[in-house]
């Protein structure tokens, strides 16, 4: 786990930058802000916007100087002099990378960050953002003994459309990186993230755990689908489970996890195959990890102890250990459930 202390916002520029397939330019920034009066501002800010779970490096083919973010940032870091010019330089990169017809233009806002802790580290840090869309204020001012109300236009503490925190660290591994993102691929192609940053996740115990989560989940969907007489057992295994990614710091062992919803020799029979397929599209799991708990939490492996009764009943098997019955009531010519507790 990261533990990260956010530091002082100092300086920053604004750049507005529009798309380039509809010629809307770029306005460059000429000077830098001091903007130390907004710390409490940033830090809301990235606390509600950023979430430190998957971390980023910067990424490139070849080298890491040929991906022009990566070398604009690190010119930063180096020599803060080269604020403004590099800051200029980052605008005119988002500006060529705003090519997809669906790309809003915006604010472009570039905030440096003096002395937050990483893992007891003190770095510097670089914050990017890209807001399309705006938030209502009213702002009330006093002049000649009335008070006025008028509503303004502006950055949210809640919400941005593209964010990118850079920490001056591991900088020879493209640095430590946390981005924000809220496009798809149909939307405008995630430019941001694929073509401006130019990013790849960092695989941590994280996302192995949300993968095996995910794989599990899948597994308990698409049998039910295809048996579902046996989707009350693979109810019960899949809330086992949930309930072994939830033990923070547990070792797992991937193919004991997964062979527990082996409930019979047909199922078992069919996860191997279900399992190349997976990696097949997400790549490979690891044979032992380290479980996060937080990554299961919004996951579909929470989803997959729910027993689907009918067209119109729900049944949530909480209880791993729970005795449940099922059969067909030939009088009524009716399926039915039956439950045993104490």
Avoid at 72 to 83: A, S, T
Avoid at 196 to 203: E, G, P, S, V
């Amino acid at each position: 786990m990261t533990n990260i202390k956010l530091g002082i916002p100092t300086i920053a520029t604004v750049q507005k930058v529009g798309n380039k397939s509809k010629e809307e330019g770029i306005a460059f920034a000429s000077k830098a802000d001091d903007i130390t009066s907004a710390s409490e501002f940033i830090s809301t800010l990235i606390k509600n916007v950023f979430k430190f779970d998957v971390f980023s490096h910067f990424d490139s083919i070849d080298d890491l100087y040929l991906n022009p973010t990566y070398r604009f940032v690190r010119q930063i870091f180096e020599n803060q002099d080269n604020f403004v010019k590099q800051s200029n330089n980052l605008a005119r990169h988002l500006y060529d990378q705003s090519n997809h017809p669906n790309i809003s233009n915006g604010e472009f806002y570039i905030i440096y960050i003096e002395e937050c802790i990483i893992n007891d580290e003190t770095v510097d840090a670089l914050l990017l953002l890209k807001t399309e869309t705006k938030d209502n204020f009213l702002t009330i001012s006093y002049e000649n003994g009335e008070y006025s109300i008028k509503p303004q236009l502006g950055l949210s503490t809640r919400y941005v459309d593209k964010g990118c925190l850079i920490f001056n660290t591991e900088i020879e591994c493209g640095y430590l990186m946390s981005i924000v993102e809220t496009s798809t691929f149909r939307q405008d192609g995630r430019y941001w993230s694929s073509n401006f940053i130019y990013a790849k996740d960092i695989i941590s115990d994280f996302q192995h755990t949300e993968n095996v989560a995910n794989f599990c989940a899948s597994v308990v969907q698409t049998i039910s689908k295809q048996k579902p007489e046996k989707s009350l057992e693979l109810a019960k295994a899949s809330r086992i489970i949930a309930q072994k990614l939830q033990e923070n710091g547990a070792n797992i062992n991937t193919t004991e996890l997964i062979s527990s919803l082996g409930i019979d020799d047909e199922v078992s029979s069919m996860l191997p195959t279900l399992k190349n397929e997976y990696e097949n599209k997400v790549g490979k799991m690891p044979e032992v990890f380290i479980c996060t708990p937080n990554a299961t939490k919004r996951k579909a492996i929470t989803k997959s102890n729910i027993l689907r009764v009918g067209s119109g009943f729900e049944v949530k098997i909480l209880d791993s250990s729970a005795t449940i019955e099922q059969g067909f009531d030939d009088e009524k010519k009716k399926n039915y459930l039956k439950l045993y507790y104490s």
